[in-house]
C-alpha cells in the first residue's frame, strides 16, 4: 500500500513536470515577438506643400529573414510620394526595387538579403512624402506583406507593423522658414559636405536648435544665438536641422521647424560589367550587362559609351546590344547617383571571343583607305599643279 501511494506520488509529480514544461513551451512560444517593420518618422509635425521623409527599417527579433514582400497603403486624398527608393537598403537582391502608385495610394517592393540577416534595425527603403490636404493622412501595411525566413525552406513569419499617422496642417500655419543656401532643397542630395543654416527670427522670441542625423533627437532648453549656422567636414548621410521656440519668459518650448540635409560625397560601388554572346539574347550577336549599387543616395541613372570616340548617352536598360561597328577598342559604362558622384567601368572588346579580330579588321580597313584617299588626293593636286601651273 505504502509502495502504490510512493509510486501515485511520483507519478504526479512527473506528471505536473511535464504539464509544467507545455505550459512554459506554449508561453514562449505565444510570447515570441513577432518580426517587425518600423519608422522613426512618428509625430512630426507636417504641413501643406513641405515634403518629409520617411525611412523603413526591420527588427528580426533574433530571427534569419531572407526575403521581404511588402506593400504600404497610403492616404492619397491629402498625400502622396514624391520618391521611393533603396538608399541605403541592407536589401541586396531586388525582385521589384520601391515602387509607387499616387493612384492608388500605394508602395510595393519585392527583396532579399544574400544569405540572411539578423538585426535590430534592418534598412529597408526610404520615402519623400508631400502634403496635398489639410487633415489626418495614414500609411498603413497591407495584408498581403509577407516576410520568409532564411531556414533552407523559406518558412514565412508573421510581419508586424504600426500605422504611422500624420496631422496636416495649413501651410500658411508653419511657424517659420529654415533656408540653406549650400542644400536650398530638402528633397536633393548634395556632394557638398559643408551645411550653412539661416533663419529670420520673430520679435520677442527665443530658439534652440540642434543638428542631428536621429530625427528622434530634439533641440534642449538652452537659448542659443540668432545667428547663421555652419556644419562642416559632414559624414554622408540625412541630417535634420530642428528648431525650437518660446516668447520670453517662463513658458515651454515648442518645436517652430525642421529643415532636412542630404549629403552625398561617396561614388557608387565599383562593378564590373560583362560581354558575353548567347543564341537566346539578342539573336546570338553580342551584348553587355552591368549592374552596381550605391549606398547612401542611390542609383540615378547609367550612361553608356561605346568606343574611344563615342558619346555618352543615358540608357534604362541593364543589358545592351554591342553595335555592329565602334570605332575603338571599349565599352564604358558610367553610373551615377543622385547626388552627381560617378563612377566608370571600362571593358575591351578583345574579352568576346572574334569580336577583338573584327575590331582590328574594321580598324585596318579604314586606315589602309585613308592612305588610299591621301595618295589620290596628293597624285591629283599634282596633276593640277602641273596642268595648270599652280
Not at 505536473?16 to 517587425?36: G, H, K, N, P, R
Not at 547612401?296 to 570616340?309: C, N, P
Request: proline share 6%; aromatic share 12%.
Amino acid at each position: 500500500m505504502r509502495r502504490n501511494y510512493k509510486n501515485l506520488i511520483n507519478n504526479s509529480k512527473k506528471f505536473l513536470l511535464l504539464v509544467l514544461s507545455v505550459i512554459c513551451y506554449l508561453l514562449s512560444a505565444t510570447t515570441a515577438q513577432a518580426i517587425t517593420l518600423y519608422s522613426g518618422a512618428a509625430n512630426q509635425n507636417v504641413f501643406v506643400d513641405h515634403t518629409f521623409l520617411v525611412e523603413w527599417y526591420l527588427d528580426t527579433q533574433d530571427q534569419e529573414v531572407n526575403t521581404l514582400s511588402l506593400k504600404l497603403n497610403f492616404s492619397n486624398e491629402n498625400l502622396e510620394v514624391i520618391e521611393a527608393t533603396p538608399g541605403n537598403s541592407g536589401l541586396n537582391l531586388w525582385i521589384k526595387t520601391p515602387t509607387f502608385s499616387n493612384e492608388k495610394g500605394t508602395i510595393e517592393l519585392i527583396g532579399g538579403v544574400t544569405g540572411g540577416v539578423n538585426t535590430k534595425k534592418l534598412p529597408i527603403f526610404r520615402a519623400v512624402f508631400k502634403p496635398i490636404a489639410e487633415g489626418e493622412a495614414k500609411i498603413v501595411m497591407d495584408e498581403t506583406s509577407t516576410l520568409l525566413l532564411s531556414d533552407g525552406v523559406g518558412t514565412e513569419e508573421k510581419l508586424t507593423f504600426n500605422q504611422l499617422k500624420f496631422e496636416i496642417h495649413p501651410a500658411d500655419l508653419a511657424p517659420i522658414e529654415i533656408i540653406s543656401p549650400t542644400h536650398p532643397n530638402p528633397d536633393h542630395w548634395y556632394k557638398q559636405n559643408k551645411v550653412l543654416i539661416e533663419f529670420l527670427p520673430k520679435p520677442n522670441t527665443e530658439y534652440s536648435y540642434g543638428f542631428s542625423s536621429n530625427l528622434e533627437v530634439f533641440p534642449d532648453d538652452v537659448q542659443d544665438a540668432v545667428e547663421d549656422v555652419i556644419y562642416e567636414d559632414l559624414p554622408d548621410g540625412i541630417y535634420y536641422f530642428k528648431l525650437n521656440s518660446k516668447t520670453v519668459g517662463p513658458v515651454p518650448w515648442e518645436e517652430a521647424a525642421v529643415f532636412r540635409v542630404q549629403i552625398d560625397t561617396t561614388p557608387p560601388q565599383e562593378f564590373q560589367p560583362y560581354l558575353a554572346a548567347d543564341p537566346s539574347i539578342f539573336a546570338g550577336k553580342p551584348f553587355i550587362s552591368f549592374n552596381t549599387r550605391d549606398n547612401i543616395s542611390g542609383v540615378d541613372h547609367y550612361e553608356v559609351k561605346f568606343g574611344g570616340w563615342g558619346r555618352w548617352e543615358k540608357t534604362a536598360d541593364s543589358v545592351l546590344q554591342v553595335p555592329g561597328f565602334i570605332l575603338g577598342q571599349t565599352i564604358s559604362i558610367k553610373v551615377v547617383d543622385a547626388a552627381g558622384n560617378e563612377q566608370i567601368s571600362t571593358i575591351n572588346l578583345n574579352e568576346l571571343p572574334n569580336q577583338g579580330f573584327f575590331q582590328k579588321y574594321i580598324l585596318w580597313v579604314i586606315i589602309i583607305m585613308a592612305c588610299i584617299l591621301a595618295v589620290f588626293g596628293y597624285l591629283l593636286y599634282r596633276f593640277l599643279r602641273k596642268k595648270y601651273a599652280i
